[in-house]
């Protein structure tokens, strides 16, 4: 990786992988590509190595985007809108960044020649009922079948919750705690996964390395239940007195959370101790054995491996 693109990348993604890739001797340029000027000002301000290069511009509008992508050899595509509640109430916004915009990002790296497209989805494209669920399983579908078109190698990467990250719920438990000494939440029994931000970007980073055939690549990531979640960030911030109060669950969310569902599995291999690959063709690793991989399919967290993970993401 020499030249690089951060589509979106002025979210909380977006600033942790560029300092991970600042990191790194080899790179020449980043360009952080995104629509929001004020994000771009603050991060600017920031991060202030002349490598960075910032750039106004909407992932709908193909000919901003072809024009930040000339002379890139490699595009990490972040930019999505991801708050399921705002899809919902303005789904063409949703189908024109996260299914248009995708297009777009894909004609103007095959028209390049561009080397490697790493696109980051989320667990809500596995088996989607919401809006955003559905836009961004749209949007894998695109980035797998581009390796169709041209010598680009586009691969897709599902993960779950990241802590830290932009709408992280565990900010919003701090929150809740300081101004009421009181945490709500939907379900204490809903599980999801759980990673630190910091380990999400180092494998999605590792990523660019894998080999021709994994195309479909998804994260293994420890779950736990939202009250043991509750009751870490209480155990944290909050006191005796703090309280958890539950609201049921709203609608289209689901109890638990799948990054694989059960046709996939037929399908997914072991790739090694970070991921799972997804794969149509036949590749020479070990094929899973689960029926499907959800947030309450595997041992969940203890209490101890939760505040583990506040840690490491800085909490």
Known sequence: ?????????????????????????????????????????????????????????DIRD???????????DTVFHL???????ICEEMPLEAIKTNIAGTECLIRACVSWGIQNVIDVSTDKACSPNTLYGATKLVGEKLILNANNYGKTKFRC????????????VVPLFIDQIKQYNSITVTDCAMTRYFMSLHEAIELIIQAVEFKEDAEMLVMRMPSCTIGDLANAVIYKYGDAYTTIREVGIRANEKRHELLINADEAM????????????????????KVTFKEYGSNTQRLMTGTEILDILTKGGF
């Open 1 to 57: 990786m020499k030249k690089i693109l951060i589509t979106g990348g002025t979210g909380s993604w977006g600033k942790i992988l560029l300092e991970r890739l600042l990191l790194k001797p080899t790179v020449e340029e980043v360009r952080i590509f995104s629509r929001n000027e004020y994000n771009q000002v603050m991060m600017a301000r920031k991060y202030t190595d002349p490598r960075v290069k910032y750039i106004i511009g």
């Open 267 to 286: 399908n997914t291999y072991v790739y090694n101790t970070h991921y799972y690959a997804i794969s149509n063709k036949e590749l020479k690793l070990p």
């Open 157 to 168: 990467i599902r993960a779950g919750n990241v802590l830290g990250s932009a709408g992280s």
């Open 62 to 72: 193909y000919e901003a985007v072809f024009n930040v992508c000339r002379d890139i």
């Open 79 to 85: 930019a999505a809108l991801k708050h399921v509640p």
